[in-house]
Every structure is written in structure tokens, then in C-alpha cells.
């Protein structure tokens, strides 16, 4: 499985933008799909997941009520759609693939390249 992401920009506090994480394979639906996020000098942290059936979601408590993660399976892609967006939100953002976890436990069988997202004040 190869993913790829995209959508990342440039936006002020309280804009929007969604993220797009397209991925190759038959077996897309198998698995977990996650979003997770690096900003400079912190460690990555989980953000959202979706399990394969596209009904079972995970949300970290800093996104919640702003961030929906969504998928589509005849597309092979999964989606995070980002609203009210502050400074804290900037990072570089990567989808990730696991046949076994869903949320914040994922280790990612197979990881996008990144897509960076930034919020200025």
C-alpha cells in the first residue's frame, strides 16, 4: 500500500482546510486509516482514525468538535476535513495504514510522505 497525502497550506487562526490521503491497493477497506501530525521539535501525536467500515472514529481531545476524519472506500482515499483552526494546530500531517489498530495505539503499517499545514495568529 502507498499513500499519499495532500491539502496541506497555509491558513490564519479560525480557517479551514482538508486534508486528502489517497492510497493504492484492492485491500484499501482492510484497514485502519489514521492522521497524525509532527510539529518542530515535539514528537508525532495521534490526531484521528477511521476503521475500515468508515463507521468507528477516534479523535485526540485537542481536535475535537473542529476535525472530522471521513473516508471513501470506492475512492481509496480517507479525508480530515479541519476547522477553527488556531497555531497550535501547525505540523507537518501524515495518514498512516494499520491492518490491527484503530486511534491513538496505531503503529502504521504504511505511512503517507507528509503534508504540512501551517496557522498563523
Known amino acids: 500500500v502507498q499513500l499519499q497525502a495532500s491539502g496541506g497550506g497555509s491558513v490564519q487562526a479560525g480557517g479551514s482546510l482538508k486534508l486528502s490521503c489517497a492510497a493504492s491497493?484492492?485491500?484499501?477497506?482492510?484497514?485502519?486509516m489514521g492522521w497524525f501530525r509532527q510539529a518542530p521539535g515535539k514528537e508525532r501525536e495521534f490526531v484521528a482514525a477511521?476503521?475500515?467500515?468508515?463507521?468507528?472514529?477516534r479523535y485526540a481531545d485537542s481536535v475535537k468538535g473542529r476535525f472530522t476524519i471521513s473516508r471513501d472506500n470506492a475512492k481509496n482515499t480517507v479525508y480530515l476535513q479541519m476547522k477553527s483552526l488556531k497555531p497550535e494546530d501547525t505540523a507537518t500531517y501524515y495518514c498512516?495504514?494499520?491492518?490491527?489498530?484503530?486511534?491513538?495505539?496505531?503503529?502504521?503499517?504504511?505511512w503517507g510522505q507528509g503534508t504540512q499545514v501551517t496557522v498563523s495568529s
Open positions: 491497493g484492492r485491500t484499501f477497506r482492510s484497514y485502519h
Open positions: 477511521i476503521a475500515g467500515n468508515a463507521i468507528v472514529t
Open positions: 498512516a495504514a494499520d491492518s490491527l489498530r484503530l486511534g491513538a495505539a496505531m503503529r502504521g503499517d504504511y
